[in-house]
């Protein structure tokens, strides 16, 4: 018998689906009290279906990465309590430092969110490096996801 968690998990075409949809995802790192730091962020995924993301080197969430890089990632949406979806991420965060991957995630951003033209994003990636000294991308590398879907409890 199915139980009723296991009856809302996503599966991995669901979540991928669902990354596809939501435009933010919640990063909570760890913060130097030891109390979680949520903060809102914009992301893009690779050819691998990786997460990633561009910040300031100097921000606070970096800070906390470099000292204590673990994370719980939250992608969620719905209104009412029948259409929640979400899928929380547990892992680590990579903060990466190479020019060329800043720029990468940076024009994806651009394509994703301002609606970029693919044609532009040679252009952009290039004209960014001039910023990219003062900025890092973050890499999730999750090692556990949990995942729900409570349209299912509905019937669809």
Same mark, same amino acid.
């Given at each position: 018998m199915t139980s009723k968690r296991e009856a809302i998990t996503m599966s991995d075409d669901e979540v991928t689906q669902?990354?596809? *949809?939501?435009?933010?995802? =919640?990063?909570?790192?760890?913060g130097p009290d030891g109390v979680p730091d949520p903060v809102a962020m914009w992301f893009v995924q690779d050819e691998n279906g990786d997460l990633w993301m561009r910040t300031y080197a100097a921000s606070q &969430?970096?800070?906390?990465?470099?000292? $204590?890089? /673990?994370?719980a990632v939250?992608? $969620?949406?719905?209104?009412?309590?029948?259409?929640? /979806?979400?899928?929380?991420?547990?892992? =680590?965060? *990579?903060?990466? =430092?190479?020019?060329?991957?800043?720029?990468?995630?940076?024009?994806?951003?651009m394509v994703k969110y301002s609606g970029l033209p693919?044609? $532009?994003?040679?252009?952009?990636?290039?004209?960014?490096?001039? &910023?990219?000294a003062r900025q890092v991308a973050l890499r999730l590398c999750p090692s556990r996801t949990a995942s729900w879907d409570h349209r299912k409890m509905a019937g669809g």
């Open positions: 669902m990354l596809t *949809e939501v435009r933010t995802v =919640t990063v909570c790192t760890i &969430k970096v800070r906390n990465l470099r000292r $204590d890089p /673990r994370v939250l992608a $969620d949406t719905g209104e009412d309590y029948l259409s929640l /979806r979400g899928v929380q991420f547990s892992g =680590t965060m *990579e903060v990466v =430092t190479q020019e060329d991957r800043i720029c990468w995630v940076f024009a994806e951003l693919r044609a $532009d994003v040679a252009a952009v990636r290039e004209s960014y490096r001039a &910023k990219a």
